[in-house]
């Protein structure tokens, strides 16, 4: 006798990638990528207190509060990477929200 087990389709992941560019002064150059599934990835380059790359954790509550946190400046429907004005310390440099 053949029995079915039923499996529960898992949410595709979403990952939001978060760069910082230069600017006319001492800006931190970071980049910071996270996944709906926990997976965290920032990689420092320049003037920020950790350079290189550092894997972490979030929980789906801090995933979920840094996907409000830039909802402001992701247009709806775009897969894409854009860059805006995200605020941040210095008004010459630009962020780029994937």
Avoid: H, Q
Wanted: hydrophobic share 35%.
């Amino acid at each position: 006798m053949l029995v079915a087990a039923a499996v529960a389709a898992s949410p595709p992941i979403e990952t939001i990638t978060y760069r910082t560019s230069p600017c006319e002064g001492s800006c931190p150059g970071y980049t910071v990528t996270v996944s709906s599934n926990g997976r965290a990835i920032y990689d420092g380059e320049y003037f920020v207190a950790i350079k290189g790359k550092r894997l972490f954790r979030v929980t789906p509550t801090e995933f979920a509060a840094f996907r409000a946190s830039l909802a402001p400046y992701r247009p709806s429907g775009v897969k894409r990477c854009w860059s805006s004005a995200v605020p941040r310390s210095a008004p010459t440099g630009r962020s780029t929200v994937c």
